[in-house]
T-cell receptor, first 111, second 115 residues
Framework: QQQVKQSPQSLIVQKGGIPIINCAYENTAFDYFPWYQQFPGKGPALLIAIRPDVSEKKEGRFTISFNKSAKQFSLHIMDSQPGDSATYFCAASKGPPGLTFGEGTQLTVNP | DVKVTQSSRYLVKRTGEKVFLECVQDMDHENMFWYRQDPGLGLRLIYFSYDVKMKEKGDIPEGYSVSREKKERFSLILESASTNQTSMYLC??????????????FGPGTRLLVL
């Protein structure tokens, strides 16, 4: 049972564009929503995270928007750069066994 | 900084071989995890451990076992490797399993090829 659904599976934007990756969850017990960034040949690394009592969090060019009533959250990348090309995973946690991951989005930012 | 290391970056094994993948974390984290990552399937949890000598099955434990004899070390064992176990294997650790403490820190991964 997939508890966190992520879309799109892949995304191509031009440099300077604003890619948006969306995630939807089912379980209202989730209490923490991180996003991970993974470059080829590397393990995922925490990018930014949000708690459900906050509607938006911004760190540099990365913003999470959180809609608790719709059970959706999204990642926005402002002024995207070719160096942002990576796979992005959303996740949610509510206790053991820990994080439930979305399927991942492969982002390509063209120069 | 949290550091999670995995014993090998690349491994090539034969069908039927016993394979050991080792993971070490240096942050005194209670929880450790093994995932496999395949294109289009995301990260799938194989096993996790919330304490020394404790283990719980994840979503896809078949064909795998684990060992956690020390807090900092978590091993994944393929008792008899098969070609469908060719994959990227990722180890992670976390302080807790919920809230901010549930942030998982990943190792660089081991790419396993079973011939």
């Amino acid at each position: 049972q997939q508890q966190v659904k992520q879309s799109p599976q892949s995304l191509i934007v031009q440099k300077g564009g604003i890619p948006i990756i969306n995630c939807a969850y089912e379980n209202t017990a989730f209490d923490y929503f991180p996003w991970y960034q993974q470059f080829p040949g590397k393990g995922p690394a925490l990018l930014i995270a949000i708690r459900p009592d906050v509607s938006e969090k911004k760190e540099g060019r990365f913003t999470i928007s959180f809609n608790k009533s719709a059970k959706q959250f999204s990642l926005h990348i402002m002024d995207s750069q070719p160096g942002d090309s990576a796979t992005y995973f959303c996740a949610a946690s509510k206790g053991p066994p820990g994080l439930t991951f979305g399927e991942g989005t492969q982002l390509t930012v063209n120069p | 900084d949290v550091k999670v290391t995995q014993s090998s970056r690349y491994l090539v094994k034969r069908t039927g071989e016993k394979v050991f993948l080792e993971c070490v974390q240096d942050m005194d984290h209670e929880n450790m995890f093994w995932y496999r990552q395949d294109p289009g399937l995301g990260l799938r949890l194989i096993y996790f451990s919330y304490d020394v000598k404790m283990k719980e099955k994840g979503d896809i434990p078949e064909g795998y076992s684990v060992s956690r004899e020390k807090k900092e070390r978590f091993s994944l064992i393929l008792e008899s490797a098969s070609t469908n176990q060719t994959s990227m294997y990722l180890c992670a650790s976390s302080l807790k399993t919920s809230g901010v403490g549930g942030t998982q820190y990943f190792g660089p991964g081991t790419r396993l090829l079973v011939l």
